[in-house]
């Protein structure tokens, strides 16, 4: 017996971009534009204009040879930056869109949510448009009824049901988008991002729901940016940059290649932003070095490393404070640092920190201020991005995705507890 799932095979998607949109041609409009065109291009050449700029660079690649096989029960995160073809991918999966190249087989029936109100009729109410999805699903009448209550139930949606969806909000989409796609009984269950819409509580419910679905044995392909509910959901994940597959294999290891992946966008030094005002004080830039000196913005876990702040004084000031905080992505604090008060003459000067926190894998940002005699002149967030990958320095028998912010270092041995 098959037991596969998904079959992916040199698949490639192109699209047309940047071409202008023609009207209607009469034969003489058409016969003159032939004519023409070897006068336009030689136009060009003289106005040292880009060859073809209209003919030849009207196309991209969203996707090219990507290739991967999932099994039945498989739960599998499909991860990378914007644009880099995730939805493209789902989109051919769900047959929404054709491929330009290779192919995809289906052993299953597919469920997706890939945009809100994918399948959704706006005319039509909550109601109709459960049974129209699930009449496209190919299900029977009597089938979709067995889970009606239960679709209504955990869309929340039970004073509304009979209210065309043109009339929802977008969270009451997404919610009775997820809840026909995920209670259908689909053999396949395709998730694109657009779980986001949703508020926390309902996000936690549907990743609850998706786990839910694949303990089932049902087989489900989750697109995401949060690589946490990424590493608590998926045991596998698979990679794309700009549209080819990086990477395939176990979920912890994928996303630390991903994360580690983005080091050519984050910088090792970063130019802060002038300030709003004449201030007496001002940031210049936030370097981030390694234990060896060098620049470098990737740490590994228990990775020893340095923040320096650059800043300039354009007068005498008493009490010079420098301080760096450091957040998660999403803002969620972690710890500030802060220099010896200084009484510093006009010039330009640095303040390093040393990093020695052992934090888990995660993406940081950071916040600057300067102040004197307890007057902040300059501040700054959301500036410069460090990525921690968890590929810790010697053996790391456990990982534990959930366990906080810190990785401690404190190890206790096990010992035998005697009898009394």
Known sequence: MN???????????????????????????????????PLRRAKKLLQRQAYGVGEMNESIWALQKVCFEVKWGEVVGIIGRNGAGKSTLLKILSRITEPTEGCAEIYGRIGSL??????????????????????ILGMKKAEIECNLDEIVAFAEIEKFVDTPVKRYSSGMYVRLAFAVAAHLEPEILLVDEVLAVGDIAFQKKCLGKMGQVAKEGR????????????????AR????????KAADGEVDDVVAVYLSGTQEQLEATVHLPPSKSEAPIVGRR???????????SV?????????????????????VIGAVGIRTVTGTPILTYWSTPKDLSPGSYFVEFSMEVPLKASRLSFVVGLSSNNNTFYYVE???????????EGKQPFRASGAGILVTECVSEIKRLDSP
């Open 3 to 37: 037991d596969l799932a998904i079959r992916v095979e040199g698949l490639g998607k192109q699209y047309r971009i940047g071409g202008e949109k023609n009207g209607y041609k009469t034969l003489r409009d058409t016969l003159s534009d032939a004519a023409m065109a």
């Open 114 to 135: 890939l945009e809100v109100g994918t399948g959704f009729h706006p005319e039509l109410t909550g109601r109709e448009n459960i049974y129209l999805n699930g009449a």
């Open 219 to 234: 087989t489900v392909l989750f697109v995401s940016h949060n690589m946490h509910a990424v590493r608590n959901l998926c």
């Open 237 to 244: 994940a698979v990679l794309l940059e700009e549209g080819a």
């Open 286 to 296: 936030l370097r981030f070095l390694g234990a060896n000196g060098s620049p470098k």
């Open 299 to 319: 740490f590994r876990i228990r990775e020893k490393w340095q923040i320096v702040l650059e800043f300039e004084l354009t007068e005498y000031l008493s009490h």
């Open 382 to 392: 959301d500036v410069g991005n460090v990525t921690i990958v968890e590929v810790a």
